[in-house]
Nanobody, 124 residues
């Protein structure tokens, strides 16, 4: 399984970015896909998650209403649309895949596969 994240960059506070995560090398229909982020000196934290089927999503409280996770089942890509960005959103963003069943997981150590990360910097 390979996950390739992209789309990071430098943006002013209040701006928007869209991250992409291309998945390959596996059968993803039963997986859950998540976005995490890690700021300098901080632990990796959950941002959002989505399944490849159905319409459910799950968000961290800190991004709810500003970020939207979505997917393209044909291209096998997961997106994270980030609006109203704040300086505290600055971090390396990672996409991850969870093979497990059940509800969404928010601990990084519960995810099985990881992309390489893409840096998002929000200036004030």
């Amino acid at each position: 399984v390979q996950l390739q994240a992209s789309g990071g960059g430098l943006v002013q506070a209040g701006g928007s970015l869209r991250l992409s995560c291309v998945a390959s090398g596996g059968t993803f229909s039963t997986y859950k896909m998540g976005w995490f982020r890690q700021a300098p000196g901080k632990e990796r934290e959950f941002v959002a998650a989505i399944r490849w089927t159905g319409s459910s999503t799950y968000y961290a409280e800190s991004v709810k209403g500003r970020f939207t996770i979505s997917r393209d089942n044909v291209k096998i890509v997961v997106y994270l649309q980030m609006n109203s960005l704040k300086p505290e959103d600055t971090a390396v963003y990672y996409c991850a895949a969870d093979r497990g069943s059940g509800w969404y997981r928010i601990r990084a150590d519960e995810y099985d596969y990881w992309g390489q990360g893409t840096l998002v910097t929000v200036s004030s």
